[in-house]
């Protein structure tokens, strides 16, 4: 009897280090490495999600992102930024940064994608872009084309691109940690072999939140 509660306790006193290691990001499954050069970002772990209006998966994905970071605890900064993977994403990209510069992004970030993807609007020109603007009275039309057009936004494109292709993004929506990691819903949904997607989206953010870690450390 006495063997069996000590087996028992012994047991018990590794069942936590076998619990947290389950937890650990594996890697090549729920992330993967990002072989290139890192912009130094001041010591902050840096989260950036790559994504794309046109993505319904990101349209999909935008809900839970949001309640993620309204309740994370995670010593972070977190930015979106288009991926642009040929000349066609362009557009909709400098949309994103147009709104950003014009301190609208907030107010007209999820609005963009229920008229892309609810709404069925093909937003994905620079002329459809300028007739949905001259359709929404809260946007300064002028003002929207400016900056649209401008060296400062051109200058974004130019580092989203950059950032696609140097971290080998392979789609959207991905997200990448620190400028070392890069993981993403598909990888969950491809290691745990299911299609729950609320447990593979909850996992998801336990990886990202597991990977701030890992980079602060490094």
């Known amino acids: 009897m006495r063997k069996l509660i000590i087996i028992f306790f012994v047991c018990f006193g590794f069942l936590p280090g076998i619990l947290n290691a389950a937890k650990q990001p594996q890697l ?21 999600e790559f994504f794309s209006y046109a993505c319904v998966h990101c349209f999909k994905f935008e809900p839970a992102l949001e309640q993620w970071l309204g309740r994370t605890n995670s010593e972070m900064t977190f930015k979106r930024m288009p991926a642009i993977f040929s000349d066609r994403m362009v557009p909709l990209a400098k949309l994103y940064y147009t709104l950003d510069d014009m301190k609208i992004l907030d107010k007209f970030h999820n609005v963009v994608f229920g008229n892309i993807h609810t709404g069925k609007r093909k937003m994905f020109s620079k002329k459809a872009i300028r007739e949905w603007v001259s359709d929404e009275p809260e946007i300064n039309y002028d003002d929207f084309i400016k900056i649209y057009d401008s060296f400062a936004v051109g200058k974004k494109i130019r580092e ?14 991905y997200i990448t940690v620190g ?9 969950i949904s491809e290691n745990n072999n299911t299609h729950n997607n ?21």
Do not use: C, Q, W
């Open 28 to 48: 090549n499954k729920e992330y993967s490495l990002i072989d290139a050069k890192r912009d130094s970002n001041n010591g902050v772990v840096e989260v950036v």
């Open 160 to 173: 989203a691109k950059k950032l696609t292709r140097n971290y080998r993004v392979p789609g959207t929506p």
């Open 179 to 187: 400028g070392m990691f890069l993981t993403g819903p598909s990888m």
């Open 198 to 218: 609320g447990s593979n989206t909850m996992r998801l953010f336990e990886v990202i939140e597991e990977l701030v870690k890992m980079a602060g450390k490094n």
